[in-house]
T-cell receptor, first 112, second 109 residues
Framework: EAGVVQSPRYKIIEKKQPVAFWCNPISGHNTLYWYRQNLGQGPELLIRYENEEAVDDSQLPKDRFSAERLKGVDSTLKIQPAELGDSAVYLC??????????FGPGTRLTVL | AQRVTQPEKLLSVFKGAPVELKCNYSYSGSPELFWYVQYSRQRLQLLLRHISRESIKGFTADLNKGETSFHLKKPFAQEEDSAMYYCALRGYNFNKFYFGSGTKLNVKP
């Protein structure tokens, strides 16, 4: 099995442009997480889904970030407009309820 | 507030030497503690969790509630242990993880 799939792996954009990241979790995993990892830091949770429901989005900057998980499977995280400070690695992870989290390879975003 | 602290950014040891990666936490309750590892060019993966009380790849970690610590230990480091190690906390009431800033372990030959 491929595990958690994320695309794109790398993205370079200019500030004020929109960007979107896609995640396909492990089949059957009902819980999906989006994290942001800044350089030299650990992952920080942006949003967590239980099936289709966003149950924790307290750390999601809602003025520019949005996320969706239609049909409780794939998920998309969007930034519009991007700022210089959004440069980071965006990680997606999935788990079966409270079980082990499995991480994707991440998307490295560079905002110029 | 929940917080996980890993005081060392970089830890260098020689092969065969003991290694201890420190992790301290603050949490108003009974958390679950984890160690995650990221080898070069690989994705972040679970190494061990305190409730399992198991040894993975020779690593162990004991939860010390009195000192609020969850240090990762290995008696004899191997070169293949070189990686980034992250300590993480999950509160029992919520499926939310808090990660430390990570420690880079470099095992020299």
């Amino acid at each position: 099995e491929a595990g958690v799939v994320q695309s794109p792996r790398y993205k370079i954009i200019e500030k004020k442009q929109p960007v979107a990241f896609w995640c396909n979790p492990i089949s059957g995993h009902n819980t999906l997480y989006w994290y942001r990892q800044n350089l030299g830091q650990g992952p920080e949770l942006l949003i967590r889904y239980e099936n289709e429901e966003a149950v924790d989005d307290s750390q999601l900057p809602k003025d520019r970030f949005s996320a969706e998980r239609l049909k409780g499977v794939d998920s998309t995280l969007k930034i519009q407009p991007a700022e210089l400070g959004d440069s980071a690695v965006y990680l997606c992870a999935s788990s079966l309820r409270m079980g082990t989290q499995y991480f994707g390879p991440g998307t490295r975003l560079t905002v110029l | 507030a929940q917080r996980v602290t890993q005081p060392e950014k970089l830890l260098s040891v020689f092969k065969g030497a003991p290694v201890e990666l420190k992790c301290n936490y603050s949490y108003s309750g009974s958390p679950e503690l984890f160690w995650y590892v990221q080898y070069s060019r690989q994705r972040l993966q679970l190494l061990l969790r305190h409730i399992s009380r198991e040894s993975i790849k020779g690593f162990t970690a004991d939860l010390n509630k009195g000192e609020t610590s969850f240090h990762l230990k290995k008696p004899f480091a191997q070169e293949e242990d070189s990686a980034m190690y992250y300590c993480a906390l999950r509160g029992y009431n919520f499926n939310k993880f808090y990660f430390g800033s990570g420690t880079k372990l470099n095992v020299k030959p």
